[in-house]
Nanobody
Framework: QVQLVESGGGLVQAGGSLRLSCAFSGRTFSTLVVGWFRRAPGKEREYVAAITWGGGTTYYSDSVKGRFTSSRDNVKNTVLLQMNSLKPEDTAVYYC?????????????????WGQGTQVTVSS
């Protein structure tokens, strides 16, 4: 079992920055992948980014590439999502999720473990 807790959401003006944290507990595996997803009002949950726990390889959706950066802290068992140059369209509830098995990291159905979500609101 893996438990996930997000923090760091809030209200920020367009162009500003926020950093989200995803603290997880339970067993970790070299194959662990932590993904970030978001759900904007009236829209379905969508993939944002992912990071492999073992190697720290990162992946990003086209909509956030160059603005968001994911990193990991092996000591604190925490994954971070640094969000810069935020836009009003980034407004959403952000979730971190974890998977240890195979499957595309962009597919939310491949993630059995989810955090509770944290609200990010970007004002224009």
């Amino acid at each position: 079992q893996v438990q996930l807790v997000e923090s760091g959401g809030g209200l920020v003006q367009a162009g500003g920055s926020l950093r989200l944290s995803c603290a997880f507990s339970g067993r970790t595996f070299s194959t662990l992948v932590v993904g970030w997803f978001r759900r904007a009002p009236g829209k379905e949950r969508e993939y944002v980014a992912a990071i492999t726990w073992g190697g720290g390889t990162t992946y990003y959706s086209d909509s956030v590439k160059g603005r968001f950066t994911s990193s990991r802290d092996n000591v604190k068992n925490t994954v971070l999502l640094q969000m810069n140059s935020l836009k009003p369209e980034d407004t959403a509830v952000y979730y971190c999720a974890a998977k240890t098995g195979g499957g595309f990291f962009q597919n939310l159905g491949n993630y059995p473990y989810w955090g509770q979500g944290t609200q990010v609101t970007v004002s224009s």
